[in-house]
């Protein structure tokens, strides 16, 4: 049995901040160790209950957060950027079980400790075939297209809320509980690892991979903070104007769909300009 661990940071344990996650700041080499506590746990839970293999892809900023030498011996580790699924590549192989989604957190425009989705602040809102969404939940219509069910999540209580809506059936551990943005009421470490590790242990029965889920088309709309932003991501094929700060567009499969979400998303980015955005 594989299972892939798809670990972001901002729902990691003792997270509330930015400085507690972009990479450089003192504050984020503190928190490293704690969101690699968080990961190594779920790891330890998964060879617990019968896995054979763990393999973590790291999927925050520049996905060269996790302290390898503080991850058990029997895990591996698919570092860096400019991968083909970008937050669940190694999905894509035939080979995975089941998914956890580990430190995530909710979408643009919800509440939650340091929601968005992709961009730090630049979108408002995202919505797939009318339904607002998170990285989780286009995460996991992404495997869903590859037949690997989501077993596990942890995040923030909202978090976790948003999780009954996309993976009813994951295991959910939450490892703070919100209380604004930038505030939260933290569990420990050595709590939440015990309560990762359990749940992981129990989340294994449910790593059973299915028939590849192939539906309806998948429209993508795009609210940004502004103007200039929705222009500079018509550069993109198949991205049309749907008001003056939105932009949707279609894909036939969600292998298409979140590749062109990530091309959107980095040519907003390239397009904000300092303080003025």
């Not at 929601?115 to 989780?136: I, M």
């Amino acid at each position: 049995m594989k299972i892939l661990i798809s670990a972001d940071m901002e729902g990691a344990t003792g997270v509330t901040w930015p400085a507690d996650v972009l990479p450089g700041t003192p504050q984020w080499e503190r928190c490293r160790s704690m969101f690699t506590s968080d990961v190594n746990a779920a790891a330890l839970g998964f060879f617990d209950g019968g896995a054979d293999e763990v393999l973590v892809n790291e999927a925050h900023w520049s996905m060269r957060n996790l302290l390898l030498e503080q991850m058990d011996e029997r895990v591996q580790m698919l570092t860096g950027r400019h991968k083909s699924l970008s937050m669940v590549e190694g999905v894509q192989h035939g080979d995975v079980d089941g998914i956890a989604f580990i430190g995530y957190h909710t979408g643009a425009g919800m509440e939650g400790v340091l929601a968005h989705t992709y961009l730090a602040n630049q979108l408002t809102g995202v919505w797939l075939n009318g339904k607002r969404a998170s990285e989780g939940l286009l995460n996991a219509h992404v495997v869903a297209e590859y037949g690997v069910p989501v077993v596990l999540f942890t995040g923030d209580d909202l978090a976790c809320e948003d999780a009954l809506g996309y993976a009813p059936e994951a295991r959910k551990v939450a490892v703070k509980d919100h209380v604004s943005r930038y505030a939260a009421v933290c569990r420990t470490p050595a709590r939440t690892a015990a309560e990762i590790r359990a749940a992981a242990k129990d989340a294994t029965s449910l790593a059973v991979r299915h028939a590849p889920v192939r539906g309806e088309d998948f429209t993508v709309e795009m609210e940004f903070d502004a103007e200039h932003l929705a222009a500079a991501a018509t550069v993109v094929p198949g991205a049309e104007r749907s008001g003056e700060r939105r932009v949707v567009y279609t894909s036939e499969t969600m292998y298409e769909c979140i590749r062109t979400f990530k091309a959107v998303t980095t040519i907003v980015s390239a397009a904000v300009e300092e303080q003025y955005g």
